[in-house]
């Protein structure tokens, strides 16, 4: 199995910053791409960022392109977002995500990974 733990949630005011980690454990795997998916009280979860590993390559929502950087440790299985220039409306839990099979190519459906951490909470006040 396969576990995935996100860190770095928390309160922030408009406009500030924080840095979300996720770091994978468990049986020996590849990743193919990490990803950032979030889901705010109501709403269904939605893509954020992704990165592929074999071959580098990153994308965004339009919600946060400009704002968001998604990263990756090569070392070590972890992915990490830079989140910028917060909005309320970036409220929400965030989920890590990541896909174990299949070619490298651009993922931003929640059945397109195959497993999910447990999620932080990143609340921005205005």
């Known amino acids: 199995q396969v576990q995935l733990v996100e860190s770095g949630g928390g309160l922030v005011q408009a406009g500030g910053s924080l840095r979300l980690s996720c770091a994978a454990s468990?049986?020996?795997?590849?990743?193919?791409?990490m990803a950032w998916f979030r889901q705010a009280p109501g709403k269904e979860r939605e893509f954020v960022a992704t990165?592929?590993?074999?071959?580098?390559?990153?994308y965004y929502a339009d919600s946060v392109r400009g704002r968001f950087t998604i990263s990756r440790d090569n070392a070590k299985i972890m992915v990490y977002l830079q989140m910028n220039s917060l909005k309320p409306e970036d409220t929400a839990v965030y989920y890590c995500?990541?896909?174990?099979?299949?070619?490298?190519?651009?993922?931003?459906?929640?059945?397109?990974?195959?497993?999910w951490g447990q999620g932080t909470q990143v609340t921005v006040s205005s």
């Open positions: 468990g049986r020996t795997f590849s990743a193919v791409a």
């Open positions: 990165i592929t590993w074999s071959v580098f390559g990153t």
């Open positions: 995500a990541v896909a174990t099979s299949g070619v490298t190519r651009r993922r931003v459906g929640v059945h397109e990974y195959d497993y």
